[in-house]
């Protein structure tokens, strides 16, 4: 028997969703632990160190996000996906502000949650031994050179265009918030606003269609996500 694609811990408490998670996801290789409480979560992650958490914010003993900051505080560096019904930006900005990898929102599609825990899982091991040269599409970006280039042809940014683009490179297919990026660029809080000029700026720069962006793409009142390098 082939060893499981990664152990993944479900942690949400409508038995519904558990089964159609553990049906979905066991066809992929993944090796399902379900917990329904923050209580049993707490265990599960200890006992059977999944490579991944999908944690439901609302629980019958508490908020995912309390466990969320638990882990992150403990310095747990697993990637945790929220499956949530809130589908409110400000909860949704505040759980990848402290330390969520991604997020989905009830009702969902298996395929694209599917898609986005690949991105998690390759994100972790990329951060664990991260390649200093990206390539997606025509796009290349050498963190070591500084030195980015589309279609062979090399783009001059400024710093602040740079630092942005870095970013995203860093954490590319993680949707960044608008306050990671502002803290990651310039170091304190500033105006959303101010980052959409740079983004802007990078987009004329980087993009066929500054409208409709291929690589830079904009998540709604959260951030924004950086296509995935090629494999």
């Not at 802007?200 to 390098?229: M, S």
């Amino acid at each position: 028997m082939n060893a499981p694609v990664a152990r993944i811990l479900v942690v949400d408490d409508e038995p519904a969703i558990r089964r159609l998670l553990r049906a979905g996801l066991s066809t992929q290789g993944y090796e399902i632990v379900e917990a329904a409480t923050l209580a049993e979560a707490r265990t599960a992650v200890v006992r059977d160190a999944p490579d991944l958490v999908i944690l439901d914010l609302g629980l019958p003993d508490g908020s995912g996000r309390d466990l969320l900051i638990e882990w992150r505080a403990a310095g747990l560096v697993i990637p945790v996906v929220i499956l949530s019904s809130r589908t409110d930006e400000t909860g949704i900005v505040e759980a990848l502000d402290l330390g969520a990898d991604d997020y989905v929102t009830k009702p969902f599609g298996i395929n694209e949650l599917i898609a986005r825990l690949r991105v998690a899982l390759r994100h972790r091991l990329q951060q664990q031994g991260e390649k200093p040269l990206f390539v997606s599409g025509d796009l290349s970006v050498d963190l070591v050179r500084r030195i980015v280039r589309l279609r062979g042809q090399e783009v001059k940014l400024s710093p602040k265009e740079y630092e942005i683009l870095r970013a995203l490179v860093q954490h590319a297919g993680k949707v960044l918030t608008h306050r990671h990026l502002l803290h990651e660029v310039w170091g304190n809080a500033q105006d959303p606003q101010y980052l959409r000029v740079y983004v802007r700026q990078l987009r004329q720069k980087l993009e066929d269609n500054p409208e409709q962006p291929h690589y830079i793409r904009t998540e709604t009142g959260v951030g924004y996500r950086l296509r995935e390098a090629d494999r």
